[in-house]
């Protein structure tokens, strides 16, 4: 799963569930997802914080 396009298809809900549960699944999960897939995410999130800091 590509998580970049899956998170700019679905970027508002994505981002509260990421942000109020992050910790929760960080703790329990046994699997890391390799660094770079990680690094796109993050990338992904702070693209679509700047458009939206920028149309207001």
């Not at 508002?12 to 699997?31: H, I, K, T, V």
């Not at 390799?34 to 796109?40: C, G, L, P, S």
Request: hydrophobic share 35%; proline share 4%.
């Amino acid at each position: 799963m590509d998580l970049t396009k899956f998170y700019e298809a679905n970027h508002p809900y994505l981002y509260l569930m990421y942000r109020d549960c992050g910790d929760w699944w960080a703790n329990r999960s046994e699997d890391f997802p390799e660094i770079e897939q990680v690094t796109d995410f993050l990338g992904a999130i702070a693209r679509n914080l700047h458009r939206e800091d920028s149309t207001e």
